[in-house]
C-alpha cells in the first residue's frame, strides 16, 4: 500500500513570496491533515479535512495560509506571503476517518524563508 | 500552561538499559493516547496508542496510562542505538467534527554504546 506522498520536498523561498504544497493521501483515507513542525517542536495542526469538508482549521493562521481539498482526495497548502517565522517542516498525514485513530505521516516539506 | 508537556532532554541510557519516557497533559476529557518515534529528518511514526488506564506491551516497548494523574509514560525495554531518537507524546481530544492530535515537543533519546 502507497503512503502519503508529499511534494516538494524542500523549498527555499524569501520572505514575501507566496509557496504551495501538494499532498496526495493513503488510498481510501477520508481524513487529510497538515502539521507544521517547527524545529525543536512538535507537530502543531493547522487543518483537517473530512472528505472535501473542512473539520477543524482553528490554527491556520487565515491571513496568509489557505488550504483546499477540493476532490477529497489531494489537497494543497499555501502560504501567501511567506514571512520568516513560516520556515517549518510541513507534514500532512491521513486517517481512515474522523474517528480512525490511526495517523499516516507523509515525508514532509522542509520550507526555508530567507 | 502546555496542553502536553514533555521533557526535551536529551535523555542519554547505555545500550541494554531501559528508557522512561514521560508525559503529562491538561485536558482530563482526553481518551487516547500516542507515542509517535520520529528519527532526525524523518516523519512521525506511530509505535504505541493507549487508551485506558494500567499498562500495554508490544514487544520492548510498554506505554503507562495514568489518568488521574493526566500522566503517560513509555517504557524502552533493552534499548538499542537504533532506538535514538526523538519520541512525541500525542493526546487525542474531540472536537467539533472530528479527533485532534496535540503533540508535545518530543524528548530526544540517546542509546550510547
Known amino acids: 500500500e502507497a503512503g502519503v506522498a508529499q511534494s516538494p520536498r524542500y523549498k527555499i523561498i524569501e520572505k514575501r513570496q507566496s509557496v504551495a504544497f501538494w499532498c496526495n493521501p493513503i488510498s481510501g483515507h477520508a481524513t487529510l491533515y497538515w502539521y507544521q513542525q517547527i524545529l525543536g517542536q512538535g507537530p502543531k495542526l493547522l487543518i483537517q479535512?473530512?472528505?472535501?469538508?473542512?473539520?477543524?482549521d482553528s490554527q491556520l493562521p487565515k491571513d496568509r495560509f489557505s488550504a483546499e481539498r477540493l476532490k477529497g482526495v489531494d489537497s494543497t497548502l499555501k502560504i501567501q506571503p511567506a514571512k520568516l517565522e513560516d520556515s517549518a517542516v510541513y507534514l500532512c498525514a491521513s486517517s481512515g476517518g474522523l474517528f480512525t485513530d490511526t495517523q499516516y505521516f507523509g515525508p514532509g516539506t522542509r520550507l526555508t524563508v530567507l | 500552561q502546555k496542553e502536553v508537556e514533555q521533557n526535551s532532554g536529551p535523555l542519554s541510557v547505555p545500550e541494554g538499559a531501559i528508557a522512561s519516557l514521560n508525559c503529562t497533559y491538561s485536558d482530563r476529557g482526553s481518551q487516547s493516547f500516542f507515542w509517535y518515534r520520529q528519527y532526525s529528518g524523518k516523519s512521525p511514526e506511530l509505535i504505541m496508542s493507549i487508551y485506558s488506564n494500567g499498562d500495554k506491551e508490544d514487544g520492548r516497548f510498554t506505554a503507562q496510562l495514568n489518568k488521574a494523574s493526566q500522566y503517560v509514560s513509555l517504557l524502552i525495554r533493552d534499548s538499542q542505538p537504533s532506538d535514538s531518537a526523538t519520541y512525541l507524546c500525542a493526546v487525542e481530544g474531540i472536537t467539533g467534527g472530528g479527533n485532534k492530535l496535540t503533540f508535545g515537543t518530543g524528548t530526544q533519546l540517546k542509546v550510547e554504546l
Open positions: 479535512f473530512q472528505n472535501n469538508g473542512v473539520v477543524d
